[in-house]
């Protein structure tokens, strides 16, 4: 079963437990993933990876949406959001830890100095390299931030 058709089916779930909550965010995350999929010159199916990018790009709105109210003094939106962040997390894969990422970006600087790049130079293809690898299981700052600071060492 694709991602999609997990949400498909969890919408159905949630209308007929009448769970409003999860059903209006996997509404919003699918008309989302049909935004996508018509994007651009020719209509097409999206895989499971665009699918978690899609996903990802949503719960970041509503981390951000739910910092936004916080700091309005709205908390009863801000935790509306951050619960429609937690419904999004289940279709997400389970985020690296930090050693895990240091892990990664280690190999990936000692790859890039390797080949010759060294220092700030290296930092845009260390960062692809590590974005590929991650794959939306961490927040791109917090890797942008450890490339920097490993290729500043």
Do not use: C, H, W
């Not at 769970?19 to 996997?26: G, M, R």
């Not at 990018?53 to 970041?60: D, H, L, M, R």
């Not at 429609?84 to 894969?93: F, H, I, K, S, T």
């Not at 895990?100 to 692809?128: H, R, Y």
């Amino acid at each position: 079963m694709s991602l999609k058709e997990q949400l498909r089916a969890d919408l159905t779930a949630a209308m007929k437990a009448r769970d409003e909550l999860v059903s209006s965010t996997i509404r919003m995350t699918l008309a989302a993933i049909t935004t996508e999929e018509v994007a651009g010159k020719v209509a097409r199916e999206l895989s499971d990876a665009e699918v978690v990018a899609v996903i990802s790009k949503e719960a970041k709105k509503r981390r951000e949406a739910a910092t936004a109210f916080e700091d309005a003094g709205r908390a009863e939106l801000a935790d509306k959001e951050r619960a429609e962040g937690e419904v999004l997390a289940r279709y997400l894969p389970q985020p690296l830890t930090d050693a895990e990422l240091e892990e990664i970006v280690d190999a990936e600087v000692a790859a890039a100095s390797a080949a010759g790049a060294s220092g700030q130079s290296a930092m845009g293809a260390v960062m692809k390299a590590v974005q590929a690898r991650v794959a939306g299981r961490a927040d791109g700052g917090a890797v942008a931030a450890l490339v920097r600071a490993k290729l500043a060492n």
